[in-house]
């Protein structure tokens, strides 16, 4: 049956892809991105190929234009049944230089160099707020829709970081781990309104924000991406198309009695201990 699905974050890779292959099951999509070329671009690709979806600008740190993307989605599309809450990111002033804290980095004053006592609370903070308020004011907005309807969820973004922080990103890893404990409250009290919440756990995928913190420019793997693949027991990164699979199933009524579990999708990543 075909749903009004809600994606946020949808013009960049991950989403986009997500949004492609729910148009393909014959949903209307809207892609809802801070960037309107991009969500624009994204809907035109589906209704290319002959699927229903609209571009829609909203900033999923404020609530006034969530609204507003709303009233739009609704006018055009219908009534929300699934929302996929994909907008999130780091900022590189919640990151530090090194992965371990040396006595002689505190000395280091190479311009841009940071210790976790240079860490920019500005830069922590919005980190926290994109990841974890980005996931909470669009659920208030788009699932006034859902309550008490039949067949609807909530998909989350949250990421493998959530389980295990990696080095270097602690704002980022905060952040998601927020994401994880918000589904599963989330998915507790909307269990007796009819609304499903889950959320995937990424684990590795080559995106834009990460590509040059992996890769070299001439496609090797810097230091960090080679540790990365040691670690990952299926020995890649993940693609894109890896995500749908996952992402069909928890919005689907397959999944209609699945609620409040995140999902690594990450080759093994966090299951693997290093020896």
């Not at 999509?29 to 909203?58: F, K, P, R, W, Y």
């Not at 969530?66 to 599309?77: D, T």
């Not at 999944?255 to 990543?269: A, E, N």
């Amino acid at each position: 049956m075909s749903k009004v699905v809600v994606l946020t974050g949808a013009g960049g890779v991950l989403c986009s892809t997500l949004a492609k292959a729910l148009a393909k099951q014959g949903h209307r999509i809207a892609v809802l991105d801070l960037n309107l070329e991009a969500a624009v671009a994204v809907a035109d690709a589906i209704t290319n190929v002959g699927g229903t979806a609209i571009g829609v600008q909203a900033n999923v740190l404020e609530k006034a234009s969530l609204e507003e993307a709303k009233l739009e989605v609704n006018s055009k599309l219908g009534k929300v049944s699934i929302l996929v809450n994909g907008a999130g990111g780091n900022h590189p002033l919640g990151t530090t230089s090194n992965p371990y804290l040396k006595l002689e980095d505190l000395q280091n004053t190479t311009e841009g160099f940071k210790t976790f006592f240079d860490l920019d609370s500005d830069g922590i903070q919005f980190t926290f707020n994109l990841n974890f308020i980005g996931t909470l004011l669009p659920t208030q907005v788009f699932a006034k829709d859902m309550v008490g309807e039949k067949g609807c969820s909530i998909l989350n973004i949250s990421s493998m970081n959530a389980f295990t922080p990696l080095t270097k990103i602690p704002a980022y890893s905060g952040a998601k781990a927020a994401v994880s404990n918000f589904t599963q409250w989330l998915a507790v009290h909307f269990s007796k309104v009819g609304v499903r919440v889950n959320a995937l756990a990424p684990g590795f995928f080559l995106t834009d924000q990460n590509r040059a913190l992996l890769t070299t420019e001439n496609g090797d793997l810097t230091d960090r991406g080679n540790t990365i693949i040691a670690q990952t027991p299926m020995g890649r990164f993940g693609e894109v198309d890896d995500l749908i699979s996952t992402t069909l199933y928890l919005c689907d009524e397959a999944s209609s009695f699945v609620t409040g579990v995140v999902i690594p999708i990450d080759g093994g990543f966090s299951a693997f201990s290093g020896v």
